[in-house]
């Protein structure tokens, strides 16, 4: 069983919205940062967004600042990623990921290679 579990996603026409979540089902990451990351078979896993474990600091990629909000329900042990004004290029399947460590720079946030726990994904589909 991955420690990660994604769910929200669907197919959505462009310009509407998904709200998709992170749960922990294996061990607990409610101090962990948190990353969102898409992959389209044969490319390469793109970064999405970050939290810290406290939810304190955020970071985004270009290509979704102002249109999507990543936060965080520690109490839940949940991760949450807000998609709104969504474009037919932000289809792809939708996974999340935990650091060990409780912050990563800005830096650090957007490399896969920083993430130790990963989820399956959950497919997002945005129709033109």
């Known amino acids: 069983q991955a420690p990660l579990d994604e769910s929200g996603g669907g197919l959505v026409q462009a310009g509407g919205s998904l709200r998709l979540s992170c749960a922990a089902s294996?061990?607990?990451?409610?101090?962990?940062?948190v990353g969102w990351f898409r992959h389209i078979p044969g490319k390469a896993r793109e970064f999405v967004a970050a939290?810290?474990?406290?939810?304190?600091?955020?970071y985004y990629s270009d290509s979704v600042k102002g249109r999507f909000t990543i936060s965080r329900d520690n109490a839940k042990d949940t991760v949450y990623l807000q998609m709104n004004s969504l474009k037919p290029e932000d289809t792809a399947a939708y996974l999340c990921?935990?650091?060990?460590?409780?912050?990563?720079?800005?830096?650090?946030?957007?490399?896969?290679?920083?993430?130790?726990?990963w989820g399956q994904g959950t497919q997002v589909t945005v129709s033109s």
């Open positions: 990921a935990a650091s060990p460590y409780r912050s990563l720079s800005s830096d650090y946030s957007s490399d896969p290679r920083r993430y130790t726990y």
């Open positions: 294996t061990r607990t990451f409610s101090t962990n940062h």
């Open positions: 939290i810290t474990g406290s939810g304190s600091s955020t």
